[in-house]
């Protein structure tokens, strides 16, 4: 078995926000010629530079590098890197502003409508609704018109046309959030709404006001600069970089010096700008952290340092051997799952049981490189199916055997179901995703699977929606699902778990009576030994992530030789026999109190 670098989740190192946008090249680029563009604005009074106002006709549109002046001169003769680094001050100034205040008045509309949605939601968000309708820098223009020209009216005219995009963002968020447990909570509590809104929801918001700042400052930037290039924005003698394009607009061809120095300053100070607030973006939301939002890719990533020889072709349905599976988590590969090796014989069943994270679901997926990539990543061992290696197989082969070999029931089917689709449908479709059969054909074979799994009048219910059925049903559907191709082998991870027990004990009864008609290998995923006693041949115990005993389910319920497998033995509940089931529990847990 391969070393694979194992960090203990406590022991995981947890980057910093800080490390994280550090990490991101672009950020920090973005970051750095950010810092650069601020620390040299603010020092403008203090660095050896001409007046940016004193004119100087004799030396007007002087050439880049002329003596004294690097950038040349301007139409005045004034100095255009003084007249630079102050309008970058003002544009820095008025953008960021203009930002606080959007974001300040927008969150508050959002937070408002969103909690306290009725009526005032409705009338604030048509007040939004109607500054959205008009094209955003007319409506800038006709604020400007109105409030008269001047830099301070055109940072309240950016405000109030961005007004509308924070409210809308924050609204949302504050929508999803008002019914949640941790918010009725807090109502519970006797807090006000106002302590609710500020205490609960507003935190959570948070990161998302952030965001959307820092994703929209650079914006309001070039609109700033859009309103003083029309004459709108900076009146002389203040210039920002907007005012400065506007003014050498005249010698654009005899002197273009004067327009590219500004447009080129206002390019950088907003690509550095953007690049930052997404690497900001990319840090505060953990989705995007995590790579959650990536598409996964289509079979897990396969990074095995051996590949294993193929076995005998009169090999059990299915062998696993040495499986091991761990998550990337950028600096190293935590192993989710180590070492897993059984085999499952045609028509036999294997219970895999073990508590919550123990490594049973991602064994489950990773025999079909199912477990999502990034950031999961098989690191050893073999799943052989009738002798041959499935994970080196090519992608489309191994996407072949999904639903056709090898077939899967899920734990609730509500949600791997598609809610807008009838189920006869999604069992049509999975038929077909196989066996090119026709429409009709396959609704007739999903009918009879229906059927087979014991939906009364199939027919009718096959035009029902998921939400249409009951637990129980639904579980029924997923399983004719699994049994649409005729697979050998059916994994069933927790099938169970979300049904009440005589609906419970149907599906067992129904997957045993497939089982036995059918010849199909199945391994049953649980944490219960009550469903492995009842339904199982042989059964692997996994602990952490390990194998730590497997055998015949009737000997090991006998003779449990690991103290984990005598503990889920003995947490299964006998009718009638509470007092004895804590006397025999009690030792096994001698730091609870009795
Ligand atoms: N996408 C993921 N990223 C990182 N770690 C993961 C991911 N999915 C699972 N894990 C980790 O893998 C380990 C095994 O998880 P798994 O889902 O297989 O447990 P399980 O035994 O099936 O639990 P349950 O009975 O609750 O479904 C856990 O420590 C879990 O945190």
């Not at 301070?152 to 961005?162: E, Q, S």
């Not at 055997?401 to 089917?413: E, H, I, K, N, T």
Request: charged share 15%; hydrophobic share 50%; glycine share 8%.
């Amino acid at each position: 078995m391969t070393d694979i670098p194992v960090t203990p989740p406590a022991a995981r190192k947890r980057r910093s926000n800080w490390q994280l946008l550090m990490a991101n090249r672009l950020a920090a680029a973005g970051l750095f010629l950010f810092g650069f563009i601020v620390v040299v604005a603010l020092l403008a009074p203090i660095l050896p530079m001409p007046n940016p106002d004193i004119t100087d006709q004799p030396n007007r549109l002087l050439p880049p590098l002329s003596a004294g002046h690097l950038f040349g001169t301007d139409h005045l003769g004034r100095d255009i890197l003084s007249r630079l680094i102050w309008g970058t001050q003002v544009s820095l100034l008025v953008g960021i502003s203009a930002t606080a205040l959007a974001a300040l008045f927008g969150s508050l509309i959002g937070l408002v409508a969103g909690y306290t949605r009725g009526a005032t939601d409705s009338v604030l968000m048509r007040f939004v609704d109607m500054l959205m309708a008009f094209p955003y820098i007319l409506l800038a223009i006709a604020i400007v018109a109105a409030l008269g020209p001047g830099l301070l009216n055109a940072l309240y005219a950016i405000a109030i046309v961005n007004i509308p995009f924070f409210a809308r963002n924050i609204r949302g968020v504050t929508v999803s959030i008002r019914n949640r447990e941790f918010v009725d909570a807090a109502r519970l509590s006797g807090k006000s709404h106002a302590a609710i809104l500020f205490t609960e929801v507003l935190p959570n918001v948070l990161p998302v006001i952030v965001i959307t700042m820092s994703t929209t400052v650079g914006w309001m930037i070039l609109e700033t600069a859009g309103l003083s290039f029309l004459g709108l924005g900076a009146q002389p003698p203040t210039s920002d970089l907007g005012s400065m394009l506007g003014q050498a607009r005249a010698q654009l061809f005899t002197a273009p010096h004067a327009s590219i120095v500004p447009g080129i300053m206002i390019f950088i100070l907003v690509m550095s700008i953007n690049l930052l607030g997404d690497g900001i973006r990319d840090v505060l939301d953990p989705r995007l952290r995590s790579g959650a939002l990536d598409r996964p890719m289509p079979v897990t990533r396969i990074d095995r340092k051996t590949v294993p020889a193929p076995t005998l072709s009169d090999a059990p349905a299915l062998v696993v051997e040495n499986l091991s599976t761990g998550f990337d988590t950028g600096d190293t590969i935590t192993p989710a799952i180590r070492d897993i090796s059984f085999r499952l014989g045609k028509g036999e069943c294997l219970g895999l049981i073990g508590e919550s994270g123990s490594g049973k679901s991602v064994t489950a997926l990773s025999l079909m490189g199912l477990v999502a990539s990034p950031p999961g990543v098989i690191t050893d061992g073999a799943v052989y199916i009738e002798g041959r290696d499935v994970l080196s197989l090519r992608e489309q082969q191994l996407i072949g055997l999904r639903g056709a070999r090898v077939a899967y029931v899920f734990q609730d089917p509500l949600t791997t179901l598609h809610p807008l689709f009838v189920v006869g449908d999604q069992i049509a479709e999975a038929i077909l995703a196989h066996n090119p059969v026709g429409r009709q054909a396959a609704h007739a074979r999903a009918v009879a699977l229906m059927e087979t799994v014991g939906i009364r009048d199939a027919a009718s219910r096959a035009s029902a929606y998921p939400h249409e059925l009951s637990g129980g049903q639904r579980q029924r559907i997923g399983i004719a699902m699994a049994l649409a191709n005729d697979p050998d082998i059916i994994i069933a991870d927790e099938p169970t778990t979300a049904l009440d027990v005589t609906v419970q004990a149907r599906i067992l009864e129904l997957l045993q009576q497939l089982r036995r008609e059918r010849g199909l290998a199945l391994l049953l995923i649980t944490h219960d030994f009550g469903v492995v006693a009842q339904v199982c041949d042989r059964v692997a115990v996994m602990k952490n992530g390990e194998i730590v005993e497997q055998g015949d389910t009737q000997a090991i319920l006998r003779d449990p030789q690991h103290d984990y497998t005598r503990r889920l033995i003995a947490c299964v509940p006998e009718l009638g026999e509470g007092h004895g089931f804590l006397d025999r529990v009690r030792p096994l847990f001698p730091e609870a109190r009795p």
